[in-house]
């Protein structure tokens, strides 16, 4: 029996995985707050229970009942276990019957204890996290059991065996009602869940194809530079146009591991140097060069990821055109990130020649550099020589991907 139905076999079968879902977690919590009722409950029947019945009653609400609960919270846990665990969930509310049913039997006539059948009954429907179907099943076997005792070892009189079952009857009712209610709203949630997962979905297929046409039109710009480039005579201006391809190319790049990435709001930045090498090797004459990169996979911002890997490219490109002369051995140029003081370091070095700081004259490249760290990326800039260039970039904001 399924109070909640889909036309769409596929929307059941989705819908059924994730009401089973919810329900070991429903199942998890209730059986434990349960058991902590219970074992409350143990410690009022110390000053209120009759002496005839309070071993048996503490016995049966502080051992009996919450061992039961909290075996099944645990083999929540353990799939395997499942249908045993429901199985259990189903005739723990019998055995808190029947437990009952014997305290019940001390006393000459009705008891106010009986009352805690009606709760059973009641809790099986709505709180338990048990399905409709299972919920019937525990469900009347308590009420046969009590209904069976109540008529021949109770002792009532008509009229109270009377008021026995209409409290079984509304607890049965008002517990079925309370349950298809608690139906209908896991399928109105499940819906909306559905629903707000096909549109970020939606927006996801979006945000992709947002990405790979701008990684196209990156491109289409480079290639027109590239043709307009051939056309130049003149070194320096066709260094300055070689430099902006360069650039834009680059920014081609973290949109094409965006646009691949299932993440959309960050970029892997060891993936993009990895990419980036793998171009200048084929483009700027780096194929000599041993590059190590050391990134630990960090996630970087969508928001900072363009930046930081424009200051990459240009750190790798000046070191690769100006670092190393043609007797050089060993090329090598490094990059690496980490966390300092929870703060993101970015250190580009070489091998090669180092700088003279005294002679420097800085070209666009170093002028992009600090305008990107220090306004843009608000953080401090050094570079000095160390066995060749070493530059470092602290970062003074997270701009880690959170």
């Known amino acids: 029996m399924n109070i909640c139905k889909f036309e769409d076999k596929n929307t ?20 434990i707050l349960t058991a902590s009722l219970y074992i409350i ?14 071993s048996l009653m503490v016995f049966m609400h502080l ?21 045993f665990m429901i199985n259990l969930l189903i005739v723990a509310p019998l055995i808190a019957a029947i437990g009952n049913i014997i305290i019940v039997s001390n006393f000459h006539g009705y008891s106010i204890y ?39 070892f109770y002792n009532l009189q008509t009229n109270e065996f009377i008021m026995h079952l209409f409290w079984l009857f509304s607890s049965m009712t008002f517990g079925f009602f309370g349950k298809y209610l608690l139906e209908q709203s896991n399928k109105s949630i499940f819906i909306k869940h559905e629903q707000l997962t096909l549109e970020l979905n939606n927006k996801n297929v979006l945000l992709r194809e947002l990405f790979h046409r701008v990684k196209n039109n990156l491109q ?56 980036l090498i ?11 060069i041993k590059f190590n990169v050391d990134c630990n996979d ?65 070209g666009f490249g170093f002028k992009l550099v600090d305008s990107l760290a220090v306004y843009q990326l608000k953080g401090t800039l050094e570079y000095f020589n160390r066995n060749g260039l070493c530059n470092i970039l602290k970062f003074n904001e997270n701009v880690l991907a959170k």
């Not at 009942?65 to 499942?82: A, F, G, H, M, N």
């Not at 100006?322 to 250190?347: G, Q, R």
Request: one cysteine or more.
């Open 12 to 31: 059941q079968k989705k819908f059924d995985k994730w009401r089973e879902q919810s329900q070991l977690k429903q199942i998890f919590v209730i059986s």
């Open 278 to 288: 793998g171009y200048m090797k084929q483009n700027l004459g780096g194929s000599d």
């Open 298 to 362: 960090m996630m970087i911002a969508l928001d900072n990821a363009v930046p930081i890997g424009l200051v990459i490219n240009e750190l790798i490109t000046n070191s690769i055109k100006y670092a190393f002369t043609e007797d050089s051995k060993n090329n090598t140029i490094n990059v690496k990130m980490h966390l300092d003081n929870e703060k993101l370091v970015l250190e580009v070095s070489d091998n090669g020649v180092g700088i003279d700081f005294e002679n420097l004259n800085k």
């Open 114 to 152: 009986s009352n805690e059948i009606y709760l059973i009954v009641f809790w099986i429907f709505t709180v338990s996290g048990l399905k409709l179907t299972q919920g019937l099943i525990s469900a009347l076997l308590v009420v046969t059991m009590s209904v069976t005792c109540s008529y021949f």
């Open 220 to 275: 289409i710009i480079s290639s027109i530079l590239s043709l307009q480039s051939k056309k130049i005579e003149d070194k320096s201006a066709k260094e300055v146009f070689r430099n902006s391809i360069q650039t834009i190319i680059s920014m081609g790049i973290i949109h094409e591991k965006l646009y691949k990435s299932d993440n959309l709001e960050a970029v892997n930045i060891s993936d993009y140097v990895y990419s």
């Open 63 to 83: 051992w009996a009942v919450p061992s039961v609960l909290l075996l099944i919270s645990l083999l929540t846990y353990l799939k395997k276990y499942k249908s």
């Open 41 to 54: 409950m143990s410690f009022a029947d110390r000053v209120i229970a009759p002496k005839e019945t309070m």
